[in-house]
Each structure stands twice: as C-alpha cells, then as structure tokens.
C-alpha cells in the first residue's frame, strides 16, 4: 500500500505550490492522478521506463495496451515523434489544447512500455488548467491513461478517484468534475488515409472538415478483432461495472416496453435491475433509473459516473437504452458497446 498525498484544487483559482508537490512526485518517477477535460488521468513520466511500469502496476493494466503521451507545448512534438504532417498540424491548430490525441511514428526517447511495444506513439495536449500547470511543473511529457483499474468505467469525479485508487499511487489531485466526461477521440496520423482509433467529443465530421475524408476502424463497431493494440481501449474489455450491461435498440416505445418487461422476469430471480436512459423518459422505467442528460453531449458526460453509481446501488443487470451513432453518439455507443460485450437487445 502506498502512502497517497491527497490535493483539493479549485481549477478556478489554481494552488500552484500545491500543485508543485505532486509535479516534484511525478519528476521523481513517481504516480499521480490529476483531472483532465475528458477523464482523470493517472500519470508518470514517459519518458522514464521505471515510472511508467508503475501506472501498469497500479491499473493492473496489460503491458500491450499502448498509453497517451500529455504534452503542455506543442514544440515538445518534435522530441517525442517523425513525420508530422501538414493534416496533422492543421489539427493541432483547431483541436489542441482539447480533447483530440494523435498518433505518430515515435522517436527512440520513447521507451517500448510506453507506447505498448509499438514503434509509434500517442500524443495529446490537454486543455484541463490542472492538467497543464502539473505537466508544465513537472518538466517531462506525462502518460497517463484513464486513472481507473483497468477495464472498469473511467473515472470523471474526484471522489470515485480517492474510493479506487487511494493507496495505489503517489499523489491525487481533486479538481472537481470533467467536462466531456468520454477519453479523448485517437486519430492515427500514420496510416494513407487518417484513421479513428477511438472515437470521442471531438468528431469525424469535425476532423473532415478540415482535412477530408478519414476513416473509422472496423474494430470501433465490433467487426474486426485486434493482435496489437494501436491506441487505448481498442483491445481489452473496458468500462464494465459490476452488473451486467446490455443494450436495449429499436423504437423508442419498444424499446421502453421491453426494458420493463425484462426488468420484471429478472425481479422474480430476486435480481436488481437497473437503467440508463434519457431524462425524458425517466420516469417511464421499473428499477433503479439514472438520468444520463437532454442531448448526446450530457449523455457522454454522465455516461461513466451512472455505471460507477450503478455499482455502489449494488446493481445486478443493466439496461441501456440505445444512442444515435453518428457525432458524439459514436463514442457514447463505442463505450456502451464495450460496457456490455457487445449484448444488444433489438425490439
């Protein structure tokens, strides 16, 4: 059990002496989590090959599942990678500092543990204040994925953070809820055409605006299984709580319909039953029922507290109603998706 050193900062009005602790911890090779504007991130130096087995320790994490890089400058790019391109710096321009993570052929600075035994590297700029002031004190560029153990929903309030990871790393910093509340969308930079690896706030349709056409990975739908994984979350179950999650797709009615019916057959095995669902039809549900928002982008930002909060309800069987797919509605289906084992109900 480690020793955790427990920080509430305001991102309003940022404690930097605060602040300087745990940047000295990460500049020691040591573990910190922090906030970001997409998830809380779990942190060490990526440079440094101790430092980085240690976010793999302390998530229980496979040792092939490759970890973003978070730079605070955009000049710190050309130390880590190759090959950027001019589509590549036309993203940077609109999307960075922001929720958007790049994928390059990596520079030999970055050891293999980083990049999951690739020969290219994730990189991204956050725009979260905490995020940047602790990479900006720290010195060196800091991996960090999803400050979760591994496979569990990501983590987008401090007090979830302190009940999982307390005790498993170094310093943890409390900086109030994040906005987006889904990881950041991945690109890959280095295939023909660009490629989305992960989907996330930032869309397909806002990347193609400016630099065209890009593809969607196969494996985002389900329909390809994964060797190597390119970027985070690709191969491995993610974002699973305790109960069992399945999708509910089809006619809104219908879908409502069902949900109840199956609610009722799962009561009668003395099992509880929960759902997820828009606030408009809240009340139209058996069960216990969390709210997720009004439109897609409250959706995504309740997305993985609702799962978390599934869990302390001690909720046995989870049902999801089904989002659009297009837009922001990718990533929360891509989520949702991975949460269930691909179990979708269709009504």
């Given at each position: 059990?480690?020793?955790?050193?427990?920080?509430?900062?305001?991102?309003?009005?940022?404690?930097?002496?605060?602040?300087?602790?745990?940047?000295?911890?990460?500049?020691?090779?040591?573990?910190?989590i922090f906030p970001t504007e997409t998830v809380y991130g779990l942190g060490a130096n990526a440079l440094d090959e101790e430092a980085v087995k240690k976010i793999y320790e302390a998530k229980g994490r496979p040792s092939d599942n490759p970890l973003i890089v978070h730079i605070y400058n955009e000049n710190e790019i050309n130390?880590?990678?190759?090959?950027?391109?001019?589509?590549?710096?036309?993203?940077?321009?609109?999307?960075?500092?922001?929720?958007?993570?790049?994928?390059?052929?990596?520079?030999?600075?970055?050891?293999?543990?980083?990049?999951?035994?690739?020969?290219?590297?994730?990189?991204?700029?956050?725009?979260?204040?905490?995020?940047?002031?602790?990479?900006?004190?720290?010195?060196?560029?800091?991996?960090?994925?999803?400050?979760?153990?591994?496979?569990?929903?990501?983590?987008?309030?401090?007090?979830?953070?302190?009940?999982?990871?307390?005790?498993?790393?170094?310093?943890?910093?409390?900086?109030?809820?994040?906005?987006?509340?889904?990881?950041?969308?991945?690109?890959?930079?280095?295939?023909?055409?660009?490629?989305?690896?992960?989907?996330?706030?930032?869309?397909?349709?806002?990347?193609?605006?400016?630099i065209g056409e890009v593809l969607i990975d196969p494996s985002i739908e389900g329909k390809a299984d994964i060797k190597k994984a390119k970027a985070p979350g690709m191969k491995y179950t993610h974002y699973s709580p305790n109960g069992d999650v399945y999708i509910v797709s089809g006619d809104e009615e219908n879908v409502i319909?069902?949900?109840?019916?199956?609610?009722?057959?799962?009561?009668?095995?003395?099992?509880?039953?929960?759902?997820?669902?828009?606030?408009?039809?809240?009340?139209?549900?058996?069960?216990?029922?969390?709210?997720?928002?009004?439109?897609?982008?409250?959706?995504?930002?309740?997305?993985?507290?609702?799962?978390?909060?599934?869990?302390?309800?001690?909720?046995?069987?989870?049902?999801?109603?089904?989002?659009?797919?297009?837009?922001?509605?990718?990533?929360?289906?891509?989520?949702?998706?991975?949460?269930?084992?691909?179990?979708?109900?269709?009504?």
């Amino acid at each position: 059990m480690i020793k955790t050193l427990i920080s509430n900062i305001d991102e309003l009005n940022i404690d930097k002496e605060e602040i300087k602790k745990h940047a000295d911890l990460l500049a020691k090779g040591k573990t910190v989590i922090f906030p970001t504007e997409t998830v809380y991130g779990l942190g060490a130096n990526a440079l440094d090959e101790e430092a980085v087995k240690k976010i793999y320790e302390a998530k229980g994490r496979p040792s092939d599942n490759p970890l973003i890089v978070h730079i605070y400058n955009e000049n710190e790019i050309n130390s880590l990678a190759t090959d950027i391109s001019e589509q590549a710096k036309k993203l940077m321009d609109e999307f960075w500092p922001g929720p958007l993570t790049m994928i390059f052929k990596k520079k030999d600075i970055v050891p293999q543990r980083t990049s999951g035994g690739l020969d290219t590297v994730a990189i991204r700029m956050p725009s979260h204040p905490i995020a940047r002031e602790i990479i900006r004190q720290s010195g060196v560029p800091i991996a960090a994925p999803s400050a979760n153990i591994s496979g569990r929903p990501s983590p987008t309030k401090g007090e979830h953070v302190c009940e999982e990871m307390n005790g498993r790393v170094s310093g943890i910093i409390v900086g109030g809820d994040c906005d987006f509340g889904l990881e950041s969308t991945v690109i890959d930079m280095t295939s023909e055409k660009p490629m989305i690896l992960r989907p996330g706030s930032i869309t397909k349709e806002q990347i193609e605006v400016l630099i065209g056409e890009v593809l969607i990975d196969p494996s985002i739908e389900g329909k390809a299984d994964i060797k190597k994984a390119k970027a985070p979350g690709m191969k491995y179950t993610h974002y699973s709580p305790n109960g069992d999650v399945y999708i509910v797709s089809g006619d809104e009615e219908n879908v409502i319909n069902k949900i109840n019916s199956l609610i009722e057959k799962q009561e009668a095995n003395n099992l509880k039953c929960g759902v997820i669902c828009k606030n408009k039809n809240i009340d139209k549900y058996k069960g216990q029922v969390i709210g997720l928002g009004n439109n897609l982008e409250e959706v995504g930002s309740n997305l993985f507290n609702s799962l978390i909060e599934m869990d302390k309800k001690n909720i046995d069987v989870i049902y999801s109603e089904a989002f659009s797919n297009t837009g922001v509605g990718r990533a929360i289906m891509n989520r949702l998706m991975k949460s269930a084992g691909y179990k979708v109900i269709e009504v």
